[in-house]
């Protein structure tokens, strides 16, 4: 068992394996910011696609005279792309896995980068909801083994969630946050390897939650976002974010939270039926809207449908979600208000939000909601403190 217990001076080398969106989106930044990157994957024309792209985004940069050609040359030359798994791991100091959410591949991947990767080399994984504890002990060294969790697109998202294993040392928490902000990022640390992390934790039952209000409440997706908007400050509507984001990787999120915690979700039948009709939202034209085109497309949300809907028990889920993350001591508050701001686009912190609208009148809602529906709905004893 190979344990790296001392904190690397400097990360110099980094490995990311998987070209897709979010692989070379990572290899970009982490470039950008002067490490050399090296980005693998299995088939040269994946790697060709992702230089493409990569180009084309720095293209950008140049264009609007946010880098210099002279930087776009120096990025391109510090990144490296490999099909040879045993050349892409050589001298690195950080591997970023960042392969499809399927742990039984991630389990094939694991066990050969093992067999490959130097003593000293750290492994992180950018998954978005699978067990970073399980993923670690595939490997030859869970205690410096990490969740990086990169938004996307991780070119423009600032928040990055850093998740500690069971087995994760300090020393590998520690040069991995700093690692984060020298890529130009924000982290957030997740202490334990919960269900939905942190953003997940709260974003993914608001989606099942809206679709139950809309039926207990006889409301239209329109009144329920455009409520989220103007009486939560949310910057999208909770369906709208969820068509942007994809009814495929919010499905996803779903079963693997829920498997994880049957308490964390309250699952709605359409969220996987809408996945089975391919409507994965903006992306396929339909989802929860109708889409003229894949190009991203803001829904025309009017002001006079938010009065039709009060979105207390879409604010009691949220806050109960949050209280449960903060008595389980899974983050700090400003954590977990940076994330939400970060990764969510709230404009106010939610639980101040929370507050000003009255915790006692939530916490009464959540009563309501148990005695009805179950004990998802039971008030966390963080929302009980907060209203004494």
């Known amino acids: 068992m190979i344990e790296c217990d001392h904190r690397m001076d400097k990360i110099a080398n980094v490995t990311v394996l998987g070209s897709g969106t979010m692989g070379h989106g990572i290899a970009q930044i982490a470039a ?24 084309w985004s720095l293209n950008k940069l140049v264009e609007k005279n946010k880098m210099t050609k002279e930087s776009f040359e120096q990025t391109l030359s510090r990144l490296v792309p490999l099909v040879d798994l045993k ?35 750290l492994f992180a994984s950018n998954t978005s909801t699978l067990p970073i504890s ?3 002990n595939l490997t030859d060294r869970p205690g410096s083994f990490i ?12 928040l990055v969630e850093v998740i500690r294993g069971h087995k994760t040392d300090q020393s590998t928490v ?41 039926e207990r409440d006889g409301v239209t997706y329109e009144e329920i976002d455009a409520a989220m908007k103007s009486k939560l400050g949310f910057p999208m509507g909770i369906f709208e974010l969820a068509d942007y984001t994809g009814l495929d990787v919010v499905n996803k999120a779903s079963q693997e939270m829920h498997q ?5 979700i309250n699952p709605h039948p359409l969220v996987e039926k809408l ?11 339909e989802g929860f809207y109708s889409y003229t085109s ?15 809907f009060d979105p207390i028990a879409m604010l009691a889920v949220a806050s109960n979600n949050a209280g449960w993350l903060l008595s389980n001591g899974v983050c700090s508050r400003p954590d977990l208000e940076n994330a939400l701001r970060l990764g969510m686009g709230l404009k106010k912190e939610l639980l101040a939000t929370a507050q000003e609208i009255g915790t006692k009148r939530i916490i009464d809602k959540l009563y309501e909601l148990s005695d009805k529906y179950g004990k998802f709905y039971s008030p966390d004893p963080y929302l009980l403190q907060l209203a004494d």
């Open 134 to 136: 399980e993923m670690a």
């Open 294 to 308: 894949d190009k991203y497309e803001r829904k025309d949300l009017v002001q006079a449908d938010a009065l039709s």
């Open 260 to 264: 994880r915690d049957e308490n964390v």
């Open 174 to 214: 520690d040069t991995l946050m700093a690692f984060v902000q020298d890529i130009g990022k924000s982290p957030v640390l997740v202490q334990k390897d919960v269900a939905g992390f942190i953003v997940n934790r709260i974003f993914i039952p608001l989606v099942h939650e809206a679709l139950f209000c809309k």
């Open 147 to 158: 969740g990086l969790h990169f938004f996307n697109p991780p070119q423009l998202m600032k």
């Open 32 to 55: 950008m910011a002067g490490f050399n990157v090296h980005l693998r994957d299995v088939e040269q024309r994946f790697l060709d696609n992702a230089m493409d792209k990569i180009k």
């Open 275 to 285: 996945f089975e009709q391919k409507k994965f939202g903006q992306k396929t034209g």
């Open 87 to 121: 050349e892409g791991l050589k001298n690195a100091d950080l591997v970023i896995e960042a392969v499809p959410e399927d742990l039984s591949l991630k389990r094939i991947v694991y066990k050969e980068v093992s067999a490959y990767a130097d003593p000293k080399t």
